[in-house]
């Protein structure tokens, strides 16, 4: 079984300031999705990253793959209420059907 | 485009009762995929059907059943519900079984 740790699990900050949260495995993934879920919805596709050290960037969020492809970072700078949200990271393993989803990072940006 | 859809949106159950919670897709998607997401412990996969015809189990099935109807559509029926089941339920479709996936709205089970 392939697992994603996501770090910090809750992070409540003031609006403008700069975040990273993490999600780490000790299994290789030849893909990993960011997703964000709002409340009373479904998740939604951020980014996919595949390659080993990428680093893609939307707007103010920055999401990084390991070189090693076994976990990956997301940035974001000047952070605002609309950021709100719960993150999870999902993992495509090799040879898997399936996604390995985390538990998520909670986020609450307050004015 | 609906995307992804789910019905009924909430329901409350007791004990015992059966019921079937239905999903459709209109993107044309080879996989479908049945979660349930409870506090502290993220997404689990209930069953998965990597493309019409075929289901398999994730890692959670205990308790439930899913038919892959056609290519559109994907239910998951509970035989006899618990308590244990109360949950938010995510219905999810995707290109290709590593792709992006797309979800619905969620179904909001309580079972008293």
């Known amino acids: 079984t392939q697992l994603l740790e996501q770090s910090p699990q809750f992070l409540s900050i003031q609006e403008g300031e700069n975040l990273t949260v993490y999600c780490n495995s000790s299994s290789v993934f030849s893909s990993l999705q960011w997703y964000r879920q709002e409340p009373g919805e479904g998740p939604v596709l951020l980014v996919t990253?595949?390659?080993?050290?990428e680093v893609k960037k939307l707007k103010r969020l920055t999401f990084q793959f390991g070189d090693a492809r076994k976990d990956s970072s997301l940035h974001i700078t000047a952070a605002q209420t609309g950021d709100t949200g719960l993150y999870l990271c999902?993992?495509?393993?090799?040879?898997?059907?399936?996604?390995?989803f985390g538990k998520g990072t909670k986020l609450s940006v307050i004015p | 485009n609906a995307g992804v859809t789910q019905t009924p949106k909430f329901q409350v159950l007791k004990t015992g009762q059966s019921m079937t919670l239905q999903c459709a897709q209109d993107m044309n998607h080879n996989s479908m995929y049945w979660y349930r997401q409870d506090p502290g412990m993220g997404l689990r996969l209930i069953y998965y059907s990597a493309s019409e015809g075929t289901t398999d189990k994730g890692e959670v099935p205990n308790g439930y059943n899913v038919s892959r109807l056609n290519k559109r559509e994907f239910s998951l029926r509970l035989e006899s519900a618990a308590p244990s089941q109360t949950s938010v339920y995510f219905c999810?479709?995707?290109?290709?079984?590593?792709?992006?996936?797309?979800f619905g709205p969620g179904t909001r089970l309580t079972v008293l």
């Open positions: 990253v595949v390659t080993g050290g």
């Open positions: 999902a993992g495509a393993g090799a040879g898997s059907y399936q996604l390995t």
């Open positions: 999810a479709s995707s290109e290709g079984s590593r792709d992006e996936q797309f």
